[in-house]
């Protein structure tokens, strides 16, 4: 039992590039997140998803996309990637994402945007 | 919006004292409220946490106590270790249909040895 695993650890983009960064979770949860941590920031919402096929908008979403097309998979998609999304991204899961359930979140990926 | 604000940002004692943190939330419908530590470089954890049909919940050297009338709760260390120095983070559950977490900014602790 992995738990949330994300893929890469580490990546660095170009101004202008694109990618995809992937969550990965064997827990059979229903509901699943991306945030970003800057520095001083704690952990923003950028969008969540309830169930598979569904995406919702969190707090930060401008300049992402997210899909769902897979129960334990959650993809975070950088279309044109800005200095300003430099950040490290955490993937977390909650099994119903109802309230008193806790999120268990992934190792993260670090992300730097020259 | 709904928000949590966490004090202090950063926290600093001597090992075998005790530390406490406290969070305050907006939104008063909120009934779920984790605690997270996260060390340098690795992931959130949860450590503890407490639903609002309970005011205190104590696991070994960590208890959280909650007060829903003045809606803030707060985490307690005691016995403190230098393996305890860590930046944690309190949520509280937003009450709409996403159920998310709204994260306080997050307590740099650490415990001189």
């Known amino acids: 039992n992995a738990g949330v695993t994300q893929t890469p650890k580490f990546r660095v983009l170009k101004t202008g590039q694109s990618m995809t960064l992937l969550c990965a979770q064997d827990m059979n949860h229903e509901y699943m997140y991306w945030y970003r941590q800057d520095p001083g920031m704690g952990l923003r919402l950028i969008h969540y998803s309830v169930g598979e096929g569904t995406t919702a908008k969190g707090e930060v979403p401008d300049g992402y996309n997210v899909s769902r097309l897979k129960k334990q998979n959650f993809l975070l998609g950088l279309e044109s990637a800005a200095p300003s999304q430099t950040s490290v991204y955490f993937c977390?899961?909650?099994?119903?994402?109802?309230?008193?359930?806790?999120?268990?979140f992934g190792d993260g990926t670090r992300l730097s945007i020259l | 919006g709904e928000n949590v604000e966490q004090h202090p940002s950063t926290l600093s004692v001597q090992e075998g004292d005790s530390a406490v943190i406290k969070c305050t939330y907006s939104?008063?419908?909120?009934?779920?409220f984790p605690w997270y530590k996260q060390e340098l470089g690795k992931r959130p954890q949860l450590i503890i946490d407490i639903r609002s049909n309970v005011g205190e919940k104590k696991d070994q050297r960590i208890a959280v106590t909650l007060n829903k009338t003045a809606k803030h709760f707060s985490l307690h260390i005691t016995e403190t270790q230098p393996e305890d120095s860590a930046v944690y983070f309190c949520?509280?559950?937003?009450?709409?249909?996403?159920?998310?977490?709204?994260f306080g900014s997050g307590t740099r602790l650490l415990v001189r040895p």
């Open positions: 977390a899961s909650s099994y119903t994402g109802g309230a008193n359930q806790p999120q268990h």
């Open positions: 939104d008063s419908a909120s009934n779920y």
């Open positions: 949520a509280a559950t937003l009450m709409d249909s996403s159920y998310k977490l709204i």
